[in-house]
Structures are given as structure tokens and as C-alpha cells.
């Protein structure tokens, strides 16, 4: 049975770029629709997602089949990303930590295989913001400044594109659509004032489609991913989404140890000792928090 990769859906199509074929600007795609048992599974094929299809006499398709998933992302739902930006701006708005803490967790527990942060607006910051920078470097994240508007950081970005799908995650109005602009003018994503695209989003629901950079590589057309499900994440499992600390985690007295109040936790003596960031075991107390309300809440 052939097989390609779904690249856009809408009203109960899903276009698939069939295997063999090269995603251009404007590609040639086969119009399916889903065989009856998958199609009662919601969520079973979304974009990203390799599938087999039967082709019928009319030109159009049946997807038979979803292959296994490399990664799957919520909200807007796309699998096999194999890299995540997770983009902010160090001005307008101000850079919000706990909300980049979340993000990276989000990305750590989607298994995406390469994470990256994207910070744009340098030529808003007067000053250095290594600084800032610093803990999520120290964690082993590769930190990239950019300027969509004084074009810095374009070239480093487009090389990591290269051979990869790529999203671009973070909270409206940091620059998303303009970096992906001035990566490739072809791409031409909506951008500008922040009120006016909430307000066009509400009128329209956009599911997520992907589309080739002319430099390389496979971008995701979406307004951002949303950070706000980590209350479904099991607690025994957070502080292994912080990098740095999966070391320390097998250091602690109790092995049910929640990094939080335990005596004699590997965690609370790397912090007594400086080896991690406050920030970054703030952002652990805060989601760990979170995790518990929830759960207190049912
Ligand atoms: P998105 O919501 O993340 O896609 O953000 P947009 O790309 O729509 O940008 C939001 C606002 O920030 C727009 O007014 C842009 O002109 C502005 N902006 C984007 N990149 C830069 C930049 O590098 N520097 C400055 N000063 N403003 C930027």
C-alpha cells in the first residue's frame, strides 16, 4: 500500500504529500478521507502523521493506516516534529521565566529530540542578557539572539532547519511569524499587532500545516503551542524534565523523594551548592504546585 505524510488537514480532509514527491510552495497533494474505524478515534491521524492510503478511481484517497509516531505535540496537534523553538522576546513583552520554564518542560515531555531557545528583539535590550541566559545553558540548551527586524540570528536558525520539521513554540506577539519571515519571505505568515490576530483567531479555527523553507527543511505554521496542559504530567516524573537535575535525582535519601521538603535531597544540596539555578528549581516548586492542585482538585 503506498504511503506519504499528512501535511494539512481541513473539514475532514487531510491532504497527503504522497512518498517520492519533494514539498514545494505549492504542492501536489492527495485529498483523503479517514476508513470508518479509524476515524472514530479522535485524534488518530493529525498532521505530521506518515499513513497508508488506497487510491480511489476519482483521484482522491482512503487512509488506511497511521504508521508509529516519532513525537506528538498538542494544541494544536502535530506528530514527528523533530525540533522545537521555543521562542520569547527579551522585550515587549518582558521575558516571562516561569512561562519559559514551562515551555521547556512541555517540549522535554513531548520527547521532542531537539530543543532549542530562540531569544528575539535583541535590538530592544540595551544590555547583555548572557546573564539570563545562563542557567538554561549551564541545563545544556542551545540559546540563539535574534532580531527579526535587524535580521540577527536568520542565518543561524536556517541552518538548523536543515533537514528537519521544525515548530516554533512560544507566547503570542514575541516574533514568531516575523523570524520565520525574514527566514524565507515565501512564507509570508501573518504578523503584527497582538489584539488584532487573538481577535482574527477566534473566528478561525486553523489547524496546523507544514511548509518547506526555501533554505531547507520543514517549518510548522502555527500561532504557537499552548503550555498549559503540564497539570496532566505524573510528579514522579517532572524533575527528570529538567536536564540537569536527572543526575542529582538518583543522589536523594528516599527514592519517593519530590525534591521539595525531603532531608538529604540531591536536588536542594546541587542548589545549596550553586551547581543549579534558582530559577530553574523555583520553576520545578511552581509546576510541581500546580501538578498537586490539580490532582486535589478531582
Ligand atoms: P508572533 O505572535 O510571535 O508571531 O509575533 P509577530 O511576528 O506577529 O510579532 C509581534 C510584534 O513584534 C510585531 O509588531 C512585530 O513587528 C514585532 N517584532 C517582531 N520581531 C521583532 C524584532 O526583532 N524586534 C522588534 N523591535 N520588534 C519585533
Not at 479509524?38 to 498532521?47: Q, Y
Not at 520543514?218 to 524534565?241: H, M, R, W
Not at 521538603?261 to 523555583?282: F, T
Request: hydrophobic letters at 40%; a neutral charge; one cysteine or more.
Amino acid at each position: 500500500m503506498p504511503t506519504g505524510q499528512v501535511i494539512k488537514t481541513y473539514n475532514g480532509f487531510y491532504y497527503v504529500l504522497e512518498d517520492g514527491r519533494e514539498l514545494t510552495q505549492n504542492p501536489e497533494l492527495l485529498s483523503c478521507r479517514l476508513r470508518g474505524r479509524i476515524k472514530r478515534i479522535k485524534g488518530s491521524v493529525v498532521t505530521g502523521d506518515m499513513v497508508e492510503y488506497e487510491l480511489l478511481g476519482d483521484g482522491t484517497g482512503v487512509i488506511e493506516k497511521r504508521l508509529p509516531r516519532k513525537t506528538l505535540l498538542h494544541r494544536p496537534s502535530v506528530a514527528n516534529i523533530d525540533q522545537v523553538i521555543i521562542t520569547f522576546a527579551l522585550r515587549e513583552p518582558d521575558i516571562n521565566s516561569l512561562l519559559l520554564n514551562r515551555f521547556l518542560v512541555l517540549a522535554e515531555w513531548s520527547d521532542i529530540p531537539e530543543i532549542v531557545i530562540c531569544l528575539n528583539k535583541t535590538d530592544l535590550l540595551p544590555a547583555s542578557a548572557d546573564e539570563f541566559v545562563k542557567p538554561y545553558v549551564d541545563a545544556g540548551y542551545r540559546v540563539i539572539f535574534a532580531s527579526a527586524h535587524e535580521k540577527q540570528g536568520i542565518e543561524e536558525i536556517r541552518s538548523l532547519l536543515k533537514g528537519k520539521v521544525t515548530a516554533f513554540a512560544g507566547p503570542s506577539g514575541v516574533g514568531k511569524s516575523s523570524l520565520l519571515n525574514a527566514i524565507d519571505s515565501n512564507l509570508s505568515l501573518t504578523t503584527g499587532v497582538i489584539s488584532e490576530k487573538i481577535k482574527r483567531g477566534k473566528h478561525t479555527t486553523r489547524a496546523a500545516c507544514l511548509l518547506p523553507v526555501a533554505s531547507g527543511g520543514i517549518v510548522v505554521d502555527t500561532p504557537g503551542f499552548s503550555a498549559a496542559e503540564l497539570e496532566q504530567l505524573d510528579k514522579n516524573l517532572l524533575a527528570g524534565y529538567f536536564p540537569e537535575f536527572r543526575p542529582l535525582i538518583e543522589k536523594c535519601y528516599y527514592n519517593t523523594c519530590t525534591h521539595s521538603h525531603e532531608p538529604d535531597c540531591g536536588i536542594k544540596n546541587a542548589l545549596a551548592e550553586g551547581i543549579i539555578s534558582q530559577e530553574r528549581y523555583d520553576a520545578y516548586l511552581n509546576i510541581l504546585q500546580s501538578i498537586l492542585e490539580r490532582k486535589k482538585a478531582y
